[in-house]
């Protein structure tokens, strides 16, 4: 799926390959797949719907690194195109250092700006903005 995404860009073919992979065969490779597959929803076929679907089939126990990716994709969704801030925080909050830094680093950004902007927060927001620290980006 990989190779036909990003080195053939053939979106059908790698959509194919990701879903062929079964849950049960590989849990971490399936929460892998659902991903793509949400990536390609959202940013080639431009269905935020579906996308969200795929990103909701990944579950923190199978694959945490890849379970953050799906939140602060879930989150950005929510917050960019559906304009519910309350749920875009709810993801974002989701998203755990231990799982996986970089992402947590962006996460606390998009939180400390709906903190800053939308609920006018100064604390909450700085609060943020300091959990974010050079090592994680």
Do not use: F, S, T
Not at 14 to 28: G, M, R, S, T, V
Not at 101 to 115: D, M
Request: with cysteine; glycine share 2%; hydrophobic share 30%.
């Amino acid at each position: 799926g990989v190779i036909y995404r990003k080195d053939k860009n053939d979106i059908e073919k790698a959509e194919h390959c990701y879903l062929n992979i079964e849950k049960q065969d590989n849990p971490k490779v399936y929460a892998q797949a659902q991903l793509y597959l949400g990536i390609i929803y959202e940013e080639e076929k431009d269905n935020i719907d579906q996308a969200e679907r795929y990103y909701l089939n990944v579950n923190k126990q199978d694959n945490p690194k890849v379970y953050a990716q799906a939140q602060l994709y879930l989150g950005i969704i929510y917050e960019e195109e559906k304009h519910n801030i309350e749920q875009a925080e709810r993801y974002y909050l989701n998203v755990k250092k231990q799982d996986y830094p970089k992402v947590y680093a962006q996460a606390q950004l998009y939180l400390g700006v709906i903190y800053r902007k939308d609920k006018n927060d100064i604390e909450k927001a700085e609060h943020c903005y300091l959990n974010i620290e050079k090592q994680d980006n």
